[in-house]
């Protein structure tokens, strides 16, 4: 199985820019499907993006839409969110999460493994 471990999180002014990395261990990343999903304090978590094994397709969120971009370097075992025009309500824990295959990408439930999740605070 994989081990995920998130960073890159951190405060940010509205406007601004975050990268978060997802290292991942254990088994080599290009096994795996990737998506980034943020869950805010009362609210479930909710997709935000995902790429495939090989990074030929990727979905987003249509919140992110225009400002996130993930990527993935199978090279480096890592995986990538670049976050862009960062507004309040993208303050959330982002997660990454890994899955062999699945028919969707945008539920929670599609996804085998989890990283502990790092704190994207955006602040006005």
């Known amino acids: 199985q994989v081990q995920l471990v998130e960073s890159g999180g951190g405060l940010v002014q509205a406007g601004g820019s975050l990268r978060l990395s997802c290292a991942a261990s254990g088994r080599t990343l290009s096994s795996y499907a990737m998506g980034w999903f943020r869950q805010a304090p009362g609210k479930e978590r909710e997709f935000v993006a995902a790429i495939s094994r090989i990074g030929t397709s990727t979905y987003y969120a249509d919140s992110v839409k225009g400002r996130f971009t993930i990527s993935r370097d199978n090279g480096k075992n890592t995986g990538y969110l670049q976050m862009n025009s960062l507004k309040p309500e993208d303050t959330a824990v982002y997660y990454c999460?890994?899955?062999?295959?699945?028919?969707?990408?945008?539920?929670?439930?599609?996804?085998?493994?989890w990283g502990q999740g790092t704190q994207v605070t955006v602040s006005s």
């Open positions: 999460a890994a899955v062999v295959y699945s028919s969707s990408y945008y539920s929670p439930a599609s996804y085998d493994y």
